[in-house]
Structures are given as structure tokens and as C-alpha cells.
């Protein structure tokens, strides 16, 4: 078959190998949210007349097997992308049926549906995934909470913490994560269809209808807008994943440090180490190291998203390339998220060496305030403890250590307030994700109304 835009036999083998690139590839993932888009657009054209209901009952049995059996569409080069090969699909099974369907829309805005729908649910996870690593390390924080070691700044040794306040900022940046794919989640909620090529179409397409019945809260109501904001879909998400990268690259510094022999506070379990092709004793901390040579890929491609994107209005095929990067980050992530929740289980805590790195010099803060609780004024405190601190020659280990003990404090992570956090996020990602779901199997049913 032809291509949908081709009205000539003759087109350049290389030309086309150049400009398809791994469409057929990266769409296959689209395949069941080409399903939806297709149905909700059959169901608006059964509304005003363009199919009849024999004719959507059709199409909504056919699609419908495309939605169970993804796998058994196969996109081809020829077809170039999931929107034809779902279209050709339809027409090899109901002839002029199926040809009825791109009536009043574009692969424009059915790239855009797909994208939409598909990164909502990608997303969900996502959130979901982050919310389960941060209970695994305020599970791990919990555990140890006491458990005393240096705080670092310009990592040199500055002040007294514990390893429950230190797990507790990595499980709090989890959940600063979770806010970050809402937002992700948010810009992504927003319905295309009908925009057509970014001019709409002259049918009295109902997309508030359309939208609702995909489950998105909003219509993208300029359509040349629609157009120019797939860059800035794109760039927008990765944004939300790199700020959650970054985090996980924090927390792989710190496990790097703290698991090396200098250190030696942790320990990681041999399952999540390798060795050394020359060296026997060797246990390396390659999936730490991972975690964070991958968190520094997420800027990369935001910047190249953002340069792909800098063009005037309306479509270009420049956009086409975004695609395979925004993929590509969404997998990392995932990975990222899933060794970000296993790793507090295979860490070993190292008490001796936690509790001889704690010194007495590290108190010079604490004496210098508890001079300004006596009345002394603190820049005065200050000096007269910095005088007696550099006389210190070799410090002492501490075993106990008066710690602030407001919420979010190293003497009080504040647990409950965590844990209230958590549960708000997970709650806000489990009924977004069953109300999308509902909404997606409602539009497989037979029952379903074009009214």
C-alpha cells in the first residue's frame, strides 16, 4: 500500500530510509494508544454522521483486537508509522470502513494523542516508582535513626547527623520527584484531537467530548498551538526527569562514598557489586556508579529536545527526533527508580567505623551556641571557640551528642510527616491511575454510546 500522503508510485529508497528513521521501531509502544485515540475520534464521527453505528461497531471491534494483541500489528518502513499501519490495518480488514476513519484529523495530532496518553501512563508509574523507593529508604532511615555519623559540607567533616536523617533527605527528595512527574503528568494532560495539521478541520468535531472520553481533564484549545508545544511536551517531561535523576545522582554519590574503604560506613551486599578481572579482592559498586553516570545523561538530552524545538509556528519534521530521546529517558528513569528502591536492603551498616569517624572537634558549633545561651554574643562565641578548636590536636570519637530535634532536623526526620506525604502523593497517582484506566476500557466496551 501506498503511503498516506504519497500520490506518486516513485519515491527514493534512501530518501525514505533517511526520513522513517526508527519510527516503526519506537511506535510500536504506541500501538495501544493509537487504539484509544482511534476509537474516541470513530465515536465523535458517528456523532455527527460521517459513520454510521453499524460502522463504529465495526471499527470498534477491530480496534479493539489491536488494543488485545499489540504485538501482531507489525509496523513496516512502508507505512513509516503506527497512525498508518493501525489506518491500513483497518482497511485490509473493513474496506471503505476503515478508510472512513481519518476523516477530520492528521498524524499531526495523532502523534500528539499517542504521545499524551501514552507518557500519562508512563508517568503514573513512574510516580508510583518513586514513591516506593522512598519508603525503602525511610524504611532504611527508620532502622538506623540513631545511628551517628559526620555531616559534611565542602565534604569536609562539619556537624554531627545520623544515618535516619541522612536516608531521610534522600527519601524526602524522592518525594519532592513525585512532585515533579505530577507536574510532567499535568502538562501532559491535554487533548490534541482536533487540531488536525495545526488548523483544525471544517467538521463540527465535539473535543471537549473527545477529550473527556480519553480521560484527559482539558483540551488543548489553540489548534496551531498544539503544534508548537510537542517540543516543549517533550522538553517539559524531561525536565521532570532530570530534576529526579539528579537526585538519584546524589544519592549514588554519597553510596559511592560512603561504601569505599575511607569511609566504610556502609557495605554493600555482593549481589549489587562486581568484580575485577585482575584484582580477586575487589567488590565494585558498579550499579552505584551506573545510577550516577546515567543521571548525568538527563540535561544532555533536555538541552537537545530544547534546541529541536526552537523553530517558528506550526509542524516540522524536526520533531520527529524528539521521540526516540523522550523514550529513551523514560526507560532510564525507570531503571534508575527500581535500584533506587532495592538498594537500602543491601546496604550493611559499618557501626564501628559510623561511630569513630563522629569527633570531638565537630562540636564547635554546638559550643559556640551554648556560649550564646549564656548570653555571649554569637560572633564572639565564634572566635572564642575557633581559638580552642585549632589547639585540638587529636580528636576524640563522641558516643553522645545533643542533636536539633525540630521536624526535619538530624535529632527528628519526622517520620509521620513523611509518611503523610507519601501517602498523599500515592493516593493522587492510584485514582488518577484508576480513573484513567476506567475511562480506556469504557471506550473497548460494546456498550459504549456515541451520544
Same mark, same amino acid.
Given at each position: 500500500?501506498?503511503?498516506?500522503?504519497?500520490?506518486?508510485?516513485?519515491?527514493?529508497? %534512501?530518501?525514505?530510509?533517511?526520513?522513517?528513521?526508527?519510527?516503526?521501531?519506537?511506535?510500536?509502544?504506541? !500501538?495501544?494508544?493509537?487504539?484509544? #485515540?482511534?476509537?474516541?475520534?470513530?465515536?465523535?464521527?458517528?456523532?455527527?454522521?460521517?459513520?454510521?453505528?453499524?460502522?463504529?461497531?465495526?471499527?470498534?471491534?477491530?480496534?479493539?483486537? &489491536?488494543?488485545?494483541?499489540?504485538?501482531?500489528?507489525? !509496523?513496516?518502513?512502508?507505512?513509516?508509522?503506527?497512525?498508518?499501519?493501525?489506518?491500513?490495518?483497518?482497511?485490509?480488514?473493513?474496506?471503505?470502513?476503515?478508510?472512513? &476513519?481519518?476523516? #477530520?484529523?492528521?498524524?499531526?495530532?495523532?502523534?500528539?494523542?499517542?504521545?499524551?496518553?501514552?507518557?500519562?501512563?508512563?508517568?503514573?508509574?513512574?510516580?508510583?516508582?518513586?514513591?516506593?523507593?522512598?519508603?525503602?529508604?525511610?524504611?532504611?532511615?527508620?532502622?538506623?535513626?540513631? +545511628?551517628? !555519623?559526620?555531616?559534611?559540607?565542602?565534604? *569536609?567533616?562539619?556537624?554531627?547527623?545520623?544515618?535516619?536523617?541522612?536516608?531521610?533527605?534522600? %527519601?524526602?527528595?524522592? =518525594?519532592?520527584? *513525585? +512532585?515533579?512527574?505530577?507536574?510532567?503528568?499535568?502538562?501532559?494532560?491535554?487533548?490534541?484531537?482536533?487540531?488536525?495539521?495545526?488548523?483544525?478541520?471544517?467538521?463540527?468535531?465535539?473535543?471537549?467530548?473527545?477529550?473527556?472520553?480519553?480521560?484527559?481533564?482539558?483540551?488543548?484549545?489553540?489548534?496551531?498551538?498544539?503544534?508548537?508545544?510537542?517540543? +516543549?511536551?517533550?522538553?517539559?517531561?524531561?525536565?521532570?526527569?532530570?530534576?529526579?535523576?539528579?537526585?538519584?545522582?546524589?544519592?549514588?554519590?554519597?553510596?559511592?562514598?560512603?561504601?569505599?574503604?575511607?569511609?566504610?560506613?556502609?557495605?554493600?551486599?555482593?549481589?549489587?557489586?562486581?568484580?575485577?578481572?585482575?584484582?580477586?579482592?575487589?567488590?565494585?559498586?558498579?550499579?552505584?556508579?551506573?545510577?550516577?553516570?546515567?543521571?548525568?545523561?538527563?540535561?544532555?538530552?533536555?538541552?537537545?529536545?530544547?534546541? !529541536?524545538?526552537? =523553530?517558528?509556528?506550526?509542524?516540522?519534521?524536526?520533531?520527529?527526533?524528539?521521540?526516540? &530521546? $523522550?523514550?529513551?529517558?523514560?526507560?532510564? $528513569?525507570?531503571?534508575?527508580?527500581? /535500584?533506587?528502591?532495592?538498594?537500602?536492603?543491601?546496604?550493611?551498616?559499618?557501626?564501628?567505623?559510623?561511630?569513630?569517624?563522629?569527633?570531638?572537634? /565537630?562540636?564547635?558549633?554546638?559550643?559556640?551556641?551554648?556560649?550564646?545561651?549564656? #548570653?555571649?554574643?554569637?560572633?564572639?562565641?565564634?572566635?572564642?571557640?575557633?581559638?580552642?578548636?585549632?589547639?585540638?590536636?587529636?580528636?576524640?570519637?563522641?558516643?553522645?551528642?545533643?542533636?536539633?530535634?525540630?521536624?526535619?532536623?538530624?535529632?527528628?526526620?519526622?517520620?509521620?510527616?513523611?509518611?503523610?506525604?507519601?501517602?498523599?502523593?500515592? %493516593?493522587?497517582?492510584?485514582?488518577?491511575?484508576?480513573?484513567?484506566? +476506567?475511562?480506556?476500557?469504557?471506550?473497548?466496551?460494546?456498550?459504549?454510546?456515541? &451520544?
Amino acid at each position: 500500500m501506498k503511503k498516506l500522503w504519497q500520490t506518486s508510485s516513485s519515491l527514493d529508497a %534512501a530518501v525514505e530510509a533517511y526520513t522513517v528513521g526508527e519510527d516503526p521501531a519506537l511506535d510500536r509502544r504506541l !500501538i495501544r494508544y493509537e487504539a484509544y #485515540g482511534s476509537l474516541a475520534h470513530a465515536s465523535e464521527l458517528a456523532r455527527i454522521g460521517v459513520l454510521t453505528k453499524s460502522e463504529l461497531k465495526s471499527l470498534r471491534k477491530e480496534l479493539s483486537k &489491536i488494543h488485545a494483541s499489540p504485538t501482531s500489528l507489525k !509496523i513496516t518502513r512502508e507505512q513509516e508509522d503506527v497512525h498508518t499501519a493501525v489506518e491500513q490495518r483497518l482497511t485490509r480488514a473493513l474496506g471503505g470502513i476503515g478508510a472512513k &476513519i481519518h476523516a #477530520g484529523r492528521s498524524r499531526n495530532d495523532q502523534v500528539q494523542v499517542d504521545l499524551r496518553l501514552f507518557l500519562k501512563d508512563k508517568l503514573l508509574e513512574l510516580h508510583a516508582a518513586a514513591g516506593a523507593a522512598a519508603a525503602a529508604w525511610q524504611g532504611f532511615g527508620a532502622r538506623h535513626q540513631g +545511628r551517628l !555519623i559526620p555531616g559534611y559540607s565542602h565534604l *569536609q567533616r562539619a556537624m554531627p547527623t545520623t544515618l535516619g536523617h541522612w536516608a531521610a533527605s534522600h %527519601a524526602e527528595a524522592l =518525594l519532592d520527584g *513525585q +512532585r515533579a512527574l505530577r507536574f510532567a503528568y499535568e502538562e501532559a494532560d491535554a487533548c490534541p484531537l482536533g487540531s488536525a495539521a495545526g488548523y483544525g478541520a471544517t467538521l463540527p468535531l465535539d473535543r471537549a467530548r473527545v477529550a473527556k472520553l480519553l480521560g484527559f481533564s482539558r483540551v488543548q484549545r489553540n489548534t496551531l498551538r498544539v503544534q508548537t508545544s510537542r517540543p +516543549r511536551l517533550e522538553a517539559a517531561v524531561l525536565a521532570s526527569l532530570a530534576l529526579v535523576a539528579r537526585d538519584l545522582g546524589v544519592l549514588a554519590w554519597d553510596l559511592s562514598l560512603y561504601t569505599c574503604a575511607e569511609f566504610g560506613f556502609l557495605s554493600l551486599d555482593g549481589a549489587f557489586t562486581t568484580g575485577s578481572s585482575l584484582m580477586p579482592q575487589k567488590k565494585n559498586p558498579d550499579i552505584v556508579e551506573l545510577t550516577r553516570a546515567r543521571a548525568a545523561l538527563f540535561p544532555g538530552w533536555l538541552s537537545q529536545v530544547l534546541a !529541536i524545538g526552537a =523553530l517558528p509556528s506550526g509542524y516540522h519534521r524536526d520533531y520527529q527526533l524528539t521521540k526516540g &530521546i $523522550l523514550f529513551t529517558a523514560l526507560d532510564e $528513569l525507570s531503571r534508575m527508580l527500581d /535500584m533506587a528502591g532495592c538498594l537500602p536492603n543491601a546496604l550493611t551498616v559499618n557501626q564501628t567505623r559510623c561511630a569513630a569517624a563522629v569527633t570531638e572537634d /565537630m562540636l564547635a558549633t554546638h559550643k559556640a551556641l551554648s556560649l550564646v545561651r549564656q #548570653g555571649l554574643p554569637f560572633r564572639d562565641a565564634y572566635r572564642k571557640v575557633a581559638e580552642s578548636a585549632r589547639l585540638l590536636q587529636e580528636p576524640k570519637p563522641i558516643k553522645n551528642v545533643e542533636l536539633p530535634n525540630y521536624s526535619g532536623a538530624p535529632g527528628n526526620p519526622d517520620w509521620p510527616a513523611l509518611s503523610k506525604d507519601r501517602a498523599r502523593e500515592n %493516593a493522587w497517582g492510584a485514582a488518577q491511575r484508576r480513573a484513567l484506566h +476506567r475511562v480506556w476500557a469504557r471506550l473497548l466496551k460494546k456498550s459504549f454510546s456515541v &451520544i
